[in-house]
């Protein structure tokens, strides 16, 4: 059985637009991702609200993603392929970096998987689906320059993720965030983006079995 951990943010946990309660495991992409894949396959589920690649917030306290990744890790492992999709908080006006510098911050992720062992079989970069307008008073003003900048966000995160040797899926070319609050997704879109991953997830491991056979 391959093992998978999916490292990310509230749009891995479950919240949805608006942020009342929770999504069930069977609606959220993490359980639709286990229900495609099959008995072969274990995903397990580490999102945190809040959660940002390396940057502490000092209105959100441990969201730190890089300070936790390594308990995360050593918890669950050993793991067939890792799958990180965050950057979403990044873009909050109180960190106030550009697209690249989030995208360092997953490099960051990377470069600390890459470094754990006993080594993680495959790694998978997630750029987050794009901000999207909304009339959220409070998204508006924590994700001010969140649209443009989230767009850029693809771009850089494949680079690094070749840089670094991993694989790459862009989360903003299968799912869309709720124009509710702009940042989170509903049920369809959970469900776009776990079929997205699912392709994905069998192109990587695709090779192995070929291999085997």
């Known amino acids: 059985m391959r093992t998978i951990l999916c490292f990310g943010d509230s749009n891995t946990w479950g919240d ?3 942020g009342n309660g929770r999504f069930a495991w069977h609606e959220r992409w993490t359980g639709i991702l286990q229900d495609s894949l099959g008995h072969g396959f274990r995903v397990i589920e580490e999102g945190l609200c809040g959660r940002t690649t390396c940057f502490d917030d000092p ?20 793991l067939d392929l890792l799958i990180i999709m965050l950057g979403t908080n990044d873009l909050k006006a109180n960190f106030n970096l550009s697209a690249f510098d989030i995208s360092r911050g997953a490099a960051s992720l990377l470069v600390a998987a890459r470094n754990f062992s006993p080594k993680i079989q495959q790694i998978l970069l997630v750029s987050p689906p794009h901000v999207t ?11 001010p320059d969140g ?6 966000l693809s771009a850089h995160y494949q680079s690094f993720a070749e840089l670094h040797g991993c694989h790459f899926f862009d989360a903003a070319s299968v799912a869309q ?4 609050d702009g940042i989170h997704l509903n049920t369809d879109n959970h469900k776009r983006l776990a079929d997205g991953l699912t392709r994905k997830v069998v192109t990587i491991f695709k090779p192995q079995a070929q291999s085997a056979s």
């Open 147 to 152: 649209i443009e900048k989230s767009k850029s």
């Open 16 to 18: 949805p637009p608006g």
């Open 133 to 143: 307008s909304t009339d959220d008073f409070g998204i508006l003003h924590q994700f």
């Open 177 to 180: 965030a709720s124009q509710t």
């Open 59 to 78: 209105f959100s306290p441990n969201r730190n993603g890089l300070a936790y990744l390594t308990v995360a890790l050593e918890t669950h492992c050993p």
